[in-house]
């Protein structure tokens, strides 16, 4: 008995395509973390300066190396901001469309991935037809010219993955969708950080705002004096005009402070997913807030594999690179493999007859060959845009780097700042002291205590402005160190 041969030829040709397959284009390399070994141009010193005698005067403590915790903002000590930024992670719009937009990333992900497996339909075709009789067209066997066809059928189509298309279009996808979960991760952080510093300055407005109307409350004492002592000529009209002008100088400084408070609190209501007329609760107080002790600092090498905008931007890239493969593989042959086998009949029952199958197997090539340049510029469109890709990775590494820099120096600064406004606000409260006894004692005028008093509330502004100064860029520095994300339970399956 003869075999036919070409069934077996056919499927050991399928079996060659699927097994001798390559995938066109780079295959994608992380970048290697910058060689460097530090953030700024000098030693980072041991910890900075402390401040005796003030609440957060502490000194703090550079940790090289230490690692940040999830929930860095606890260590602040105040529940009201704990609280705060857990409404503002729950509730926060804008953080819920970057989880959706991960989702979308996902499920396109996971739908790139069909194309690895064949194409299945099924159909069934119902027509009604009047054929010509005589030898122009064949006829059922009943030689009626009027009849009814049933055809139902099954197609299946595969196209082998010769080039990697389908594997650098998944490729593609998969490193976009981690792009969307760096993306969320670095929205969590911001909104978290953002929360904190708008709660600070908040803290910080509410003093200022308290310290402004005590200043205008005794400018409007020494202006009633003056104008007392000009009538009785004990005063000219240069002093009391001197003294309106600086009373006005502070009734034009408070409505600026409660313009800022009241965005601020909106501020913090946006973040919370709240309504700005929606109460928030209690008010934020720089008392109520522990400075951190111990700070943190990364390794550069740990920086760049843990800074969700530094892997977003190496995400990036990876898709940058895999359309590169992509574009080439557009340019190579395609080869289609299809099946159909189904049947067709004058009635329903006999759609399953002896004579009414049929089938068919085949194989298409398609290859490129003038298409007006249009895949030779993609491709090297492509191309370019890695590069793209690859410069706004370096930039983001950078940006990084600047941000740890700037809030390391920031740090410094603001204890120095910080000692310098404490002294300033205790040389004026002991002046003020020596004011209150010299006038009770009767060596000192009812202005001179009022001047005393002035200068020691302008003092103690300062003071509140650098206090929240040391606040805010500890929160900027748990931030820009990547807001230890790694150790969050929803995060850290797919973390490095």
């Given at each position: 008995m003869v075999v036919n041969s070409r069934p077996r030829r056919f499927i050991a040709f399928v079996a060659s395509l699927l097994t001798a397959g390559c995938v066109a284009g780079p295959d994608f390399k992380a970048p290697a973390p910058p060689d460097v070994g530090g953030y700024t141009g000098r030693p980072l010193p041991a910890a900075t300066i402390a401040t005796p005698g003030v609440a957060s005067g502490k000194a703090q403590r550079f940790v090289s190396g230490g690692d940040i915790p999830a929930d860095w903002w606890t260590l602040f000590h105040s529940r009201p901001l704990n609280a705060l930024i857990e409404q503002a992670l729950a509730n926060n719009p804008n953080l819920k469309a970057a989880q959706a937009a991960l989702l979308v990333a996902h499920e396109n992900t996971r739908a790139q991935h069909g194309a690895y497996a064949p194409k299945v339909s099924a159909g069934v075709a119902l027509s009604r037809e009047r054929d010509p009789t005589g030898t122009l067209a064949p006829t059922p066997s009943t030689n009626a010219s009027v009849f009814s066809l049933i055809t139902p059928q099954l197609s299946v189509s595969y196209v082998p993955d010769v080039f990697g298309l389908n594997r650098r279009t998944v490729e593609a996808a998969a490193a976009q969708e981690q792009a969307s979960r760096y993306q969320l991760i670095a929205a969590d952080i911001a909104l978290s950080a953002n929360v904190a510093v708008a709660a600070i300055q908040e803290a910080s407005l509410e003093d200022q705002v308290d310290a402004t109307r005590q200043l205008i409350a005794i400018g409007r004492k020494m202006l009633d004096i003056l104008q007392y002592q000009k009538s009785k000529g004990y005063a000219g009209g240069l002093d009391l005009a001197a003294q309106q002008a600086q009373l006005a100088q502070l009734d034009a400084s408070l409505p600026p402070l409660l313009k800022?408070?009241?965005?601020?609190?909106?501020?913090?209501?946006?973040?919370?997913?709240?309504?700005?007329?929606?109460?928030?609760?209690?008010?934020?107080?720089?008392?109520?807030?522990?400075?951190?002790?111990?700070?943190?600092?990364?390794?550069?090498?740990?920086?760049?594999?843990?800074?969700?905008?530094?892997?977003?931007?190496?995400?990036?890239?990876?898709?940058?690179?895999?359309?590169?493969?992509?574009?080439?593989?557009?340019?190579?042959?395609?080869?289609?493999?299809?099946?159909?086998?189904?049947?067709?009949?004058?009635?329903?029952?006999?759609?399953?007859?002896?004579?009414?199958?049929?089938?068919?197997?085949?194989?298409?090539?398609?290859?490129?060959?003038?298409?007006?340049?249009?895949?030779?510029?993609?491709?090297?469109?492509?191309?370019?845009?890695?590069?793209?890709?690859?410069?706004?990775?370096?930039?983001?590494?950078?940006?990084?780097?600047?941000?740890?820099?700037?809030?390391?120096?920031?740090?410094?600064?603001?204890?120095?700042?910080?000692?310098?406004?404490?002294?300033?606000?205790?040389?004026?409260?002991?002046?003020?002291?020596?004011?209150?006894?010299?006038?009770?004692?009767?060596?000192?005028?009812?202005?001179?205590?009022?001047?005393?008093?002035?200068?020691?509330?302008?003092?103690?502004?300062?003071?509140?402005?650098?206090?929240?100064?040391?606040?805010?860029?500890?929160?900027?520095?748990?931030?820009?160190?990547?807001?230890?994300?790694?150790?969050?339970?929803?995060?850290?399956?797919?973390?490095?």
């Amino acid at each position: 008995m003869v075999v036919n041969s070409r069934p077996r030829r056919f499927i050991a040709f399928v079996a060659s395509l699927l097994t001798a397959g390559c995938v066109a284009g780079p295959d994608f390399k992380a970048p290697a973390p910058p060689d460097v070994g530090g953030y700024t141009g000098r030693p980072l010193p041991a910890a900075t300066i402390a401040t005796p005698g003030v609440a957060s005067g502490k000194a703090q403590r550079f940790v090289s190396g230490g690692d940040i915790p999830a929930d860095w903002w606890t260590l602040f000590h105040s529940r009201p901001l704990n609280a705060l930024i857990e409404q503002a992670l729950a509730n926060n719009p804008n953080l819920k469309a970057a989880q959706a937009a991960l989702l979308v990333a996902h499920e396109n992900t996971r739908a790139q991935h069909g194309a690895y497996a064949p194409k299945v339909s099924a159909g069934v075709a119902l027509s009604r037809e009047r054929d010509p009789t005589g030898t122009l067209a064949p006829t059922p066997s009943t030689n009626a010219s009027v009849f009814s066809l049933i055809t139902p059928q099954l197609s299946v189509s595969y196209v082998p993955d010769v080039f990697g298309l389908n594997r650098r279009t998944v490729e593609a996808a998969a490193a976009q969708e981690q792009a969307s979960r760096y993306q969320l991760i670095a929205a969590d952080i911001a909104l978290s950080a953002n929360v904190a510093v708008a709660a600070i300055q908040e803290a910080s407005l509410e003093d200022q705002v308290d310290a402004t109307r005590q200043l205008i409350a005794i400018g409007r004492k020494m202006l009633d004096i003056l104008q007392y002592q000009k009538s009785k000529g004990y005063a000219g009209g240069l002093d009391l005009a001197a003294q309106q002008a600086q009373l006005a100088q502070l009734d034009a400084s408070l409505p600026p402070l409660l313009k800022q408070l009241d965005q601020q609190h909106d501020l913090l209501a946006t973040l919370a997913g709240r309504f700005p007329d929606q109460v928030m609760g209690g008010k934020f107080t720089l008392a109520s807030l522990e400075l951190p002790s111990d700070l943190p600092v990364s390794l550069p090498s740990v920086l760049v594999a843990r800074r969700p905008d530094v892997l977003q931007a190496e995400a990036n890239l990876h898709a940058a690179s895999a359309q590169v493969g992509i574009a080439t593989a557009n340019r190579l042959p395609n080869i289609t493999l299809t099946a159909n086998g189904g049947s067709s009949a004058l009635a329903i029952g006999e759609i399953f007859g002896p004579g009414t199958g049929f089938w068919n197997i085949g194989a298409a090539l398609l290859a490129p060959i003038f298409d007006g340049g249009s895949l030779l510029h993609q491709q090297r469109g492509a191309r370019a845009a890695y590069q793209e890709a690859a410069e706004q990775y370096r930039a983001t590494v950078l940006t990084a780097f600047q941000n740890v820099a700037d809030t390391l120096s920031a740090l410094e600064q603001d204890a120095q700042g910080l000692r310098a406004n404490a002294a300033a606000a205790n040389a004026a409260k002991t002046s003020l002291d020596l004011s209150r006894l010299q006038y009770k004692d009767g060596y000192a005028n009812y202005l001179a205590l009022l001047s005393a008093e002035q200068a020691y509330q302008q003092a103690r502004i300062a003071l509140v402005q650098a206090e929240a100064n040391r606040f805010a860029d500890t929160a900027a520095l748990f931030q820009a160190l990547g807001g230890g994300w790694w150790h969050r339970t929803d995060f850290a399956d797919h973390g490095r």
